[in-house]
């Protein structure tokens, strides 16, 4: 009886001890699996953020202006260019403000076209004008062969203008340009010409009648000088009416270097 009870108590004990170790060995596998698992997370999350981390500044182009993508070298040059050309061309800028009146008329700018407006009584006046390819030199260039670099005259803005003189309803309309110095008369010293001439109803349709101011009599033209003159329009008004579309042409093509400058470096 005994020898049977150790017999059978050895047997349970030893299957007892055969669990035990199949447990331990069932936990050391898991707690390996769960280590290979956690190992393999580390490096794929690792890769993950090697390769979604955003590059500083990789796509920027290395001149520093802060733009994206690489500039080519035609580019480069036209920017380099722009930049001293803007600098030069504000250091030569004699008016850095635009007036907001010229002698009592009052300025209105639209882009590249000027109004300028009068009135007195029940008389308006007014005054337009396009700044665009009106720069010229003001006398010819110095080519002495002495000089390493001819000497350009001051680039000046001579627009043509046109003058409308309104009334009630009726509006006499006289278009006027500078007169250049070989077109000056013998014992004339006008500064402008009238080029055309037109008197209309309401606003100016395509179907009015004009004439122009080189057929029309000599005598009639000369009192249409003095009409203008009376009305304030002289040579000095002109002169004036020049220097402010110079200015205001000279700070419009400033901006137009500075818009060229801003679009080349892709800002």
Same mark, same amino acid.
């Not at 380099?80 to 030569?92: D, G, N, Y």
């Given at each position: 009886m005994n020898s049977l009870f150790k017999a059978a108590l050895r047997v349970n004990l030893r299957s007892v001890l055969n669990a035990g170790k199949n447990i331990s060995s069932v936990t050391a596998i898991k707690q390996q699996q769960c280590l290979s698992r956690n190992f393999s997370y580390m490096c794929m999350s690792n890769y993950q953020q090697s390769n979604s981390t955003p590059k500083t500044n990789s796509n920027l182009c290395s001149c520093g202006c802060g733009s994206r993508?690489?500039?080519?070298?035609?580019?480069?040059?036209?920017?380099?260019?722009?930049?001293?050309?803007?600098?030069?061309?504000?250091?030569?800028?004699?008016?850095?403000?635009?007036?907001?009146?010229?002698?009592?008329?009052?300025?209105?700018?639209?882009?590249?076209?000027?109004?300028?407006?009068k009135t007195t009584g029940d008389e308006t006046i007014k005054i337009h004008f396009n700044v665009n390819h009106t720069v010229d030199t003001d006398t010819e260039a110095d080519m002495s062969p002495e000089m390493d670099k001819p000497q350009i005259g001051?680039?000046?803005?001579?627009?043509?203008?046109?003058?409308?003189?309104?009334?009630?309803?009726?509006? =006499? %309309?006289?278009?006027?340009?500078?007169?250049?110095?070989?077109?000056?008369?013998?014992? *004339?010293? #006008?500064?402008? !010409? +009238?080029?055309?001439?037109?008197?209309?109803?309401?606003?100016?349709?395509?179907?009015?009648?004009? =004439? %122009?101011?080189?057929?029309?009599?000599?005598?009639?033209?000369?009192?249409?000088?003095? *009409?203008? #003159?009376?009305? !304030? +329009?002289?040579?000095?008004?002109?002169?004036?009416?020049?220097?402010?579309?110079?200015?205001?042409?000279? %700070?419009?093509?400033?901006?137009?270097l500075e818009g060229l400058s801003k679009f080349a470096s892709g800002k």
């Open positions: 993508g690489a500039h080519t070298k035609a580019e480069k040059d036209l920017v380099e260019f722009l930049t001293e050309e803007i600098v030069a061309e504000r250091k030569a800028q004699k008016a850095k403000t635009i007036p907001t009146e010229i002698d009592g008329f009052k300025a209105k700018l639209n882009g590249a076209e000027v109004t300028l407006t001051e680039l000046k803005s001579k627009p043509t203008f046109k003058v409308d003189l309104v009334h009630d309803d009726t509006t =006499v %309309s006289l278009v006027c340009s500078f007169v250049t110095a070989d077109q000056q008369e013998d014992g *004339y010293n #006008d500064v402008f !010409g +009238i080029d055309e001439v037109s008197i209309y109803n309401g606003d100016w349709k395509e179907n009015v009648y004009s =004439v %122009s101011g080189e057929v029309i009599d000599s005598y009639l033209y000369d009192l249409l000088l003095n *009409y203008l #003159d009376e009305k !304030g +329009i002289t040579n000095e008004f002109a002169e004036k009416l020049s220097e402010y579309s110079t200015a205001y042409e000279h %700070s419009a093509y400033i901006s137009l």
